[in-house]
């Protein structure tokens, strides 16, 4: 058993990923044995995700608020407080925040044999570019969302996380 004491900072997503302000607190990160990446991401209001694929799909998990999320050519979906959504591997989808409210879920995927988790759409060429990073260093979570990370949530995000884990992403 290993414990991983909270000593990482929340970080704000990169402009290219997201649109909007999106804030990630990293979860798990693929490492020797083990390929599972996982990070709680916070969504301002209209805030989403860059159109991107996984190798091995991914799992969302809301945790709170309400958003939406697309695959290529299907319909916009709004998504709420206990939905958990699956994207196929290589399934082109975005996700985010609906406009009027804010939008929390649990992102896990798996780390390929290159230890990419993420193709992300390259907005000037439209081709992917691969990443294995799931965070990257930038500002803290501001004042104004930190009830995000109340120990409420932050209880029933774990227990979430590893009942979703043990029952549907471990395949």
Request: charged residues 20%; aromatic residues 6%; proline residues 8%.
């Amino acid at each position: 058993m290993e414990i991983t004491r909270s000593n990482i900072e929340t970080t704000k997503g990169p402009v290219d990923w997201f649109t909007g302000d999106v804030y990630l607190d990293a979860v798990a990160a693929p490492r020797e044995g083990s390929t599972v990446a996982a990070a709680l991401v916070h969504f301002t209001p209209g805030a989403r995700t860059a159109w991107h694929t996984h190798p091995h799909g991914q799992t969302i998990f809301v945790t709170e608020g309400v958003g939406r999320c697309q695959r290529e050519g299907g319909p916009v979906e709004t998504i709420r407080p206990g939905d958990r959504v699956f994207f196929e591997p290589g399934e082109n989808h975005w996700h985010g925040a609906a406009p009027d409210r804010l939008m929390v879920h649990i992102a896990i995927q798996r780390a390929d044999a290159s230890r990419a988790t993420v193709a992300w759409a390259d907005p000037q060429r439209s081709r992917p570019r691969t990443s294995s990073a799931v965070i990257s260093p930038a500002n803290r979570l501001p004042s104004s969302i930190t009830p995000l990370k109340s120990a409420a949530l932050r209880c029933a995000s774990a227990s979430t996380f590893a009942s979703i884990v043990s029952s549907e992403i471990i395949r």
